[in-house]
């Protein structure tokens, strides 16, 4: 074997052994891509035919109102209905069409709990039931707030219907108390007057 040969068997010899070394790093190192994870601020959930991906709740704070978003998909060939039971009895719940979906970001799919029962940076604990298969069980699900600039419009705001009615309420109420004390006052100092002038 002359020289020429032998530096080829080396280089191939070489070529081979780094193969092998970069093989047998990949063999023995765990690959992200074949774990399953959410890859987002929200959790996921697998529940009968309802798949629940990126959930979480946006709030303001522990006693106030939180928004769920996210996604539920429905796999199987009739529509189903989930149920989100939060805290102090607090639910809502998300109709999901056959074969199809329901995104939970969009305004007209609104799904509210009326207590979040976790401050912003928490985890609480939600019980998703099922209509189908009448499947229930208790996640974890992430409260945020509007720190991020993603979440801000999801914010919960309380319904136009409630704020001008509590206010309004007080003010007339007061008015017409003024008004009836101040009728009832009338009567009397007329008595009193009409008295002293006898």
């Known amino acids: 074997m002359n020289r020429a040969q032998r530096g080829k068997l080396a280089l191939t010899a070489a070529a081979l052994g780094a193969s092998l070394l970069t093989a047998g790093c990949g063999y023995i190192t765990p690959q992200q891509t074949n ?8 959790i996921r959930a697998d529940l009968g035919p309802l798949q629940l991906r990126n959930i979480l709740i946006v709030s303001t704070g522990e006693d106030e109102p939180g928004r769920l978003i996210g996604a539920v998909y429905n796999s199987s060939s009739k529509d189903v209905k989930l149920t989100v039971n939060g805290a102090k009895g ?4 998300v109709p999901v069409k056959a074969n199809s979906y329901t995104l939970l970001n969009e305004k007209s799919d609104e799904a509210i709990l009326s207590t979040t029962g976790g401050v ?9 039931t099922e209509n189908g298969t009448n499947l229930s069980n208790t996640v974890k699900v992430p409260v945020l707030d509007a720190t991020l600039e993603e979440y801000k419009n999801y914010v919960p705001t309380p319904s136009p219907s409630e704020t001008p009615s509590s206010s309004s309420a007080s003010p007339s109420a007061s008015s ?3 008004a009836s004390s101040s009728t009832s006052a009338t009567p009397g100092a007329t008595a009193s007057a009409t008295g002293t002038s006898r």
């Open 35 to 42: 774990h399953q994870y959410s890859a987002s601020d929200g």
């Open 176 to 178: 017409s108390a003024g």
């Open 90 to 93: 607090s639910q809502t719940e």
């Open 120 to 128: 912003p940076g928490s985890l609480v604990d939600v019980k998703i």
